[in-house]
């Protein structure tokens, strides 16, 4: 694979680190990684004295039957928060490298690329906060490892279209990773994830997380989907065990077959509830402007935002101020709660009578 070539030198030579549990999968007395003999004090049921599997099968087979690809494709991770960390530091060397983002978009990109010591280079999203596909490729140099897409983009809403992402692919095949970040793709009404790209284009990766849609962002459950290549190559540099016995429990409970029905049912309330707020939300003083959302979020434009958002504290309701973000002036992103929650934060814009 000639986008292997594109990791940093030292990466590719790396001897990972070889952990007791890696070494050896035979059960019996286990006397070879210093743990506990007992399980914890308080936890007696538990087997919380035992490192876990690295990778556990069980919940790695189910995450890949979800997402529908070959479980060698799926590494898994604390949130995709942590795949995007593995990705900068496999690809970007410090001080010459870069990634390529689109803002307004998810501010992880930028953090994990300055900790690396990677540049960032800005193709802002254009008309209607579209993927400008120009701009992404005129920022292309011969040092970009990294070009990140978020679809449903956080925070304005918007889906990139599978075409858009397909011709990306294809004009940085064999030069650059890029990375598809679908965490909010449950809520985009069946919009195709770009893990079906995959197989023609080795250079497409595919974040998906377990936090928003499964209820899950305290477990911290992630997943790249990509290349088993490029799943190998950040193995490597993952810390050996990333993902906590209790984490992987209730991700297996919340992806079970009855679970994941639940789970598909409270989306589609979240999006008849986003789908009722958004032309109640339009009503209100102030509204200036509600962004079309694929996504459990709004981002709305308000006249007096800063007031808003003080005057929404004051009546018990938190939003986020993304008014800080290049073309989002003004704007609170506000995530779609229960329809009680809901209607609170109408009561408290002067739209409802509240409830007591
Ligand atoms: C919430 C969110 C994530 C999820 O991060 P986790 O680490 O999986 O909790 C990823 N990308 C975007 C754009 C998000 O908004």
């Known amino acids: ?45 538990t087997s919380l004295n035992r490192y876990p599997d690295p990778q556990p099968t069980a919940l790695r087979v189910r995450m890949a039957e979800l997402y529908d690809v070959a479980p060698e494709r799926v590494l898994m991770g604390r949130g995709s928060d942590e795949a995007i960390d593995l990705l900068v530091r496999a690809f970007c060397r410090e001080g010459r490298d870069a990634i390529v983002v689109s803002p307004p978009t998810f501010g992880m990109y930028a953090v994990a690329a300055a900790i690396q010591g990677a540049r960032v280079i800005d193709a802002p999203l254009g008309a209607d906060f579209a993927v400008d596909v ?22 304005t809403g918007a889906v990139v ?12 095949r064999d030069r650059a990773l890029l990375v598809v970040d679908e965490a909010y793709l ?13 197989s023609r284009h080795e250079n497409v990766a595919v974040l998906r997380t377990l936090s928003k849609a499964y209820a899950l962002a305290g477990a911290r459950v992630g997943a790249l989907v990509a290349d088993a290549q490029i799943v190998a190559l950040l193995r490597r540099i993952q810390a050996p065990y990333p993902l906590p ?8 409970t919340a992806l079970g077959g009855v679970a994941v029905a639940e789970a598909q049912a409270r989306v589609a309330i979240l999006l008849s509830e ?45 939003v986020r101020d993304v008014g800080r973000y290049a073309q989002l002036e003004g704007c609170l992103r506000i995530s779609v709660g229960t329809p009680a929650e809901n209607w609170q934060l109408l009561a408290a814009l002067g739209l409802r009578r509240a409830v007591a």
């Not at 209790?246 to 297996?252: H, K, N, Q």
Request: proline residues 8%; charged residues 15%.
């Open 245 to 252: 016995s209790s984490s992987v429990a209730v991700a297996l």
């Open 1 to 45: 694979m000639k986008l292997l070539e594109r990791a940093r030198p030292e990466i590719l030579s790396l001897q990972p680190y070889s952990s007791a549990r890696m070494e050896s999968r035979s059960r019996g007395i286990m006397l070879n990684a210093n743990e506990s003999p007992w399980p914890p004090v308080g936890n007696e049921t």
């Open 274 to 318: 986003r789908d009722s707020l958004a032309p109640a939300l339009a009503r209100a003083r102030g509204v200036l402007a509600i962004l079309p959302s694929s996504a459990n979020f709004l981002c709305v434009r308000f006249a007096d935002a800063a007031q808003t958002y003080q005057s929404l504290i004051e009546h018990g309701v938190v």
């Open 134 to 155: 120009d701009a992404v490729l005129a920022a292309i140099t011969e040092n970009t490892k990294i070009v990140f897409v978020c679809t449903p983009n956080n925070p």
């Open 186 to 198: 449950e809520f985009a009404g069946g919009a195709p994830s770009a893990t079906i790209l995959i």
């Open 161 to 172: 279209p599978l075409t858009t992402i397909a011709r990306l692919a294809d004009a940085l």
